[in-house]
């Protein structure tokens, strides 16, 4: 079982790489937050769909980050 509460994509990308390895996992805690921090998974209600150019992890949003870290 992989499981998260509330967690940006950053948070849980470890564990869907892993996700093919467990019998139930409930990844879906970025899809709550108003403004995921990054790109690159996307959510639905079925499924959890991965970009290509996620290797090495989903891509940070510039715009967030400037808004919330460099303060």
């Known amino acids: 079982m992989l499981g998260c509460m509330v967690s940006s994509s950053v948070g849980i990308a470890q564990s869907l790489y892993m996700s093919s390895k467990a019998d139930y996992f409930d990844l879906d805690g ?8 990054a790109t690159g998974i996307r959510y639905t209600n079925e499924s959890i769909e991965v970009d290509r150019e996620i290797i090495g992890g989903p891509k940070i949003k510039r715009e967030l980050f400037e808004k919330y870290i460099t303060k």
Do not use: K, S
């Not at 970025?30 to 921090?37: G, K, S, V, Y």
């Open 30 to 37: 970025p899809a709550i937050l108003e403004n995921d921090i």
